[in-house]
């Protein structure tokens, strides 16, 4: 995989596929950018798993936060890592232990392991480094537009709403 230059496709069905993410580095303060990104999974319908060490016990947005991944009772179908790259490392290869593995690792803005991509590659789990799925999700949808950005998506299709109350796009939209 091209880790400099995902196919639209290739983020598209991640983000399709996958409904329990873990985030690993996740953050109690609402200022933090990890806590912004939970919400907004949360929000979108993602059941949104925290992990961080230093909360483990206690709650963030309605959510049970552990300690680390081994810990978390159910299976994980995306990691999406909010730590440092050389942190992402050992996130991965705990990742790598998980029976059954996640389908995807994901690493946010900044976060390049190409190491540990690797690994994960050669066990068949799928990986994105130094994205956001917030971003992603926003771009591929259609309503990171809405705040004047430009998603690199041209549709003169009408957008698929989801759901009742605030306004959403849907990754399902026609393309």
């Known amino acids: 995989m091209d880790h400099d230059n995902y196919p639209n496709d290739y983020i598209r069905g991640i983000l399709q596929s996958v409904k329990t993410i873990a985030l690993v580095g996740a953050s109690a303060n609402p200022a933090r950018p990890s806590w912004i990104v939970t919400k907004y999974l949360l929000e979108r319908g993602y059941d949104v798993i925290p992990v961080n060490p230093g909360f483990a016990g206690s ?18 179908d995306m990691v ?10 050992p996130i ?7 029976d059954p593995l996640p389908r995807v690792v ?12 690797a690994r994960a590659e050669a066990k068949g789990v799928k ?20 705040q004047g950005v430009n998603s690199r998506m041209l549709s003169a299709k009408k957008p698929v709403l989801a759901g009742k109350g605030f306004q959403k796009l849907s990754l399902n939209r026609p393309r």
Request: proline share 6%; hydrophobic share 40%; charged share 25%.
């Open 92 to 98: 991965t290869d705990e990742a790598l232990q998980l």
């Open 127 to 146: 990986v994105v480094l130094d994205r956001c799925p917030k971003i992603e999700f926003g771009r591929l949808s259609g309503e990171i537009s809405w």
């Open 80 to 89: 999406e890592i909010f730590r440092n790259s050389e942190a992402a490392g």
């Open 106 to 117: 994901w690493m946010q803005l900044s976060v390049r392991n190409d190491e540990a991509a």
């Open 59 to 76: 709650e963030l947005l309605g959510k049970p936060v552990y300690a680390s991944l081994k810990d978390i009772p159910q299976p994980i």
